[in-house]
């Protein structure tokens, strides 16, 4: 339970940085994700992790993954996922 907690609280972060300017972390957040698919509970979520949009650099196919992930999060995982410790937010 307190991985699963984990794991739910790290996804904002990492769906964050799927399009990060730095490659190597793109690639780092793709792996993590697919590596921990299954811990998240939610169906469909490995073929989405699978997908050309999910390992395409382009910032509308991010775009559309956002997008799906969003909508599965808030329907199945809204009370279970730190949506504001997911925000870069400076204060300025």
Do not use: W
């Not at 972390?25 to 921990?36: F, H």
Request: proline residues 3%; contains cysteine; charged residues 20%.
């Amino acid at each position: 339970m307190i991985l699963t907690c984990q794991v739910h609280a790290v996804l904002p972060r990492l769906v964050l940085h799927l399009h990060d300017d730095d490659l190597t972390v793109q690639q780092a957040c793709r792996n993590t994700l697919k590596k921990i698919a299954p811990l998240v509970e939610l169906e469909g979520i490995c073929a989405l992790f699978n997908t050309r949009c999910f390992n395409s650099d382009h910032r509308s196919d991010y775009e559309d993954i956002v997008r799906d992930l969003t909508r599965q999060f808030i329907q199945h995982l809204s009370p279970r996922v730190d949506f504001l410790h997911g925000i870069n937010y400076t204060g300025t």
